[in-house]
């Protein structure tokens, strides 16, 4: 069992960046594949950016490609740099971890999952 605890959301303006982290239980560097996915009100849940196990492969969502980054250190932690924000960024960011070795898209691939943390771009 793997338990995620992500952090650094918060209320910020278009245009300001943000760090989120997650801390896992447990080392997940070279063992878990790990994702950020999103879920704004009323919405379904969305993947953002996944990063293999040795963070070797990096999978980005279109609608933030140039802006946000994924990436992990070699113990236990993941982050996702959010920059350039925009309202529409606005939504719960969630971190899991899988099984698997390579990053997917779907959220159906991924068996651990944080909270998640609130991200409100308004100006």
């Known amino acids: 069992q793997v338990q995620l605890v992500e952090s650094g959301g918060g209320l910020v303006r278009p245009g300001d960046s943000l760090t989120l982290s997650c801390a896992a239980s447990t080392r997940t560097f070279g063992i878990y594949a790990m994702g950020w996915f999103r879920q704004a009100p009323g919405k379904e849940r969305d993947f953002v950016a996944g990063i293999s196990e040795n963070g070797g492969i990096t999978l980005n969502a279109d609608s933030v490609k140039g802006r946000f980054g994924i990436s992990r250190d070699y113990a236990n932690m993941l982050y996702l740099q959010l920059d350039n924000l925009k309202p529409e960024d606005t939504a719960v960011y969630f971190c899991?971890?899988?099984?698997?070795?390579?990053?997917?898209?779907?959220?159906?691939?991924?068996?651990?999952w944080g909270q998640g943390t609130q991200v409100t771009v308004s100006s």
């Open positions: 899991a971890a899988s099984r698997t070795t390579a990053p997917g898209s779907d959220s159906a691939e991924y068996d651990y």
